[in-house]
C-alpha cells in the first residue's frame, strides 16, 4: 500500500460524458502527479500540482482539467470523452523531487 | 512521448536465475526510478537512484546508472515466480517532478 488512494477504482461510461477522478496523496506529500496509461502511449505524464498550484503540464488535452484543493486532495475532470480516453489513470505523490508513489489507478473505459 | 526504450521488451528466466533489465533515455536527468507493474494494476515503486549515484542496492535488487551513457540497468538476483511483472523505469527531469517512462520489460519468472 502506497498511500495514495484514487477513486472511483472503476469508471464505465459513455463518449461525450464527463467524469471526475479523485487522489488522496500521502499524508505530508504537497506534490500530486497525474498520468495515463494506454496500450498505445504507454505511461504519459499529464498535470502536476504542488501545494494547490499547478506546477508542470504534459500531453495533457484541453478537455481535461485539474485542480489541488487546499487539503491537498486532487481531482482530474475529464469531459467530452471519446472512446481514445479508455485508459488507466494514475496519480502519484511525492515530497518535491523525491520518489513518486503511485495509487492503484481507475481504469476509464469509455463506451 | 517516451524518454527512452527498455532492452528486452520481455524476458523469460527459471525461478533461481538473475534478471536483468536495461534502460536507455535521451536528456540529462535529475534522478531515475524503477517501477513494477503487476498485469495492469498499480505502479510499486522499488528504487531511486539520484544523478550523481552509480549504484544502488535494495534487497534482491541492484540498480546501476551511467550517466555518459545515459543508460540504467536493474538486476533481480534470484529471482522468484512472484517477480513476474512489467517492470519500468522513469527518469525524473531536471528543473521539474514529472516522471517520463520507458515502455517496459515484461518479465516472466517460471516456477
Known amino acids: 500500500d502506497s498511500g495514495v488512494t484514487q477513486t472511483p477504482k472503476h469508471l464505465i461510461t459513455a463518449t461525450g460524458q464527463r467524469v471526475t477522478l479523485r487522489c488522496s496523496p500521502r499524508?505530508?506529500?504537497?506534490?500530486v502527479y497525474w498520468y495515463q496509461q494506454s496500450l498505445d502511449q504507454g505511461l504519459q505524464f499529464l498535470i502536476q500540482y504542488y501545494n494547490g498550484e499547478e506546477r508542470a503540464k504534459g500531453n495533457i488535452l484541453e478537455r481535461f482539467s485539474a485542480q489541488q484543493f487546499p487539503d491537498l486532495h486532487s481531482e482530474l475532470n475529464l469531459s467530452s470523452l471519446e472512446l481514445g480516453d479508455s485508459a488507466l489513470y494514475f496519480c502519484?505523490?511525492?515530497?518535491?523531487?523525491?520518489?513518486?508513489?503511485f495509487g492503484p489507478g481507475t481504469r476509464l473505459t469509455v463506451l | 512521448s517516451q524518454q527512452g526504450e527498455e532492452d528486452p521488451q520481455a524476458l523469460s528466466i527459471q525461478e533461481g536465475e538473475n534478471a536483468t533489465m536495461n534502460c536507455s533515455y535521451k536528456?540529462?536527468?535529475?534522478?531515475l526510478q524503477w517501477y513494477r507493474q503487476n498485469s495492469g494494476r498499480g505502479l510499486v515503486h522499488l528504487i531511486l537512484i539520484r544523478s550523481n549515484e552509480r549504484e544502488k542496492h535494495s534487497g534482491r535488487l541492484r540498480v546501476t546508472l551511467d550517466t555518459s551513457k545515459k543508460s540504467s540497468s536493474l538486476l533481480i538476483t534470484a529471482s522468484r515466480a512472484a517477480d513476474t511483472a512489467s517492470y519500468f523505469c522513469?527518469?525524473?527531469?531536471?528543473?521539474?517532478?514529472?516522471?517520463?517512462f520507458g515502455q517496459g520489460t515484461e518479465l516472466s519468472v517460471k516456477p
Open positions: 499524508s505530508g506529500d504537497l506534490s
Open positions: 502519484a505523490s511525492s515530497a518535491l523531487g523525491g520518489e513518486q508513489f
Open positions: 522513469a527518469t525524473g527531469v531536471i528543473g521539474g517532478g514529472k516522471l517520463i
Open positions: 536528456t540529462s536527468i535529475n534522478n
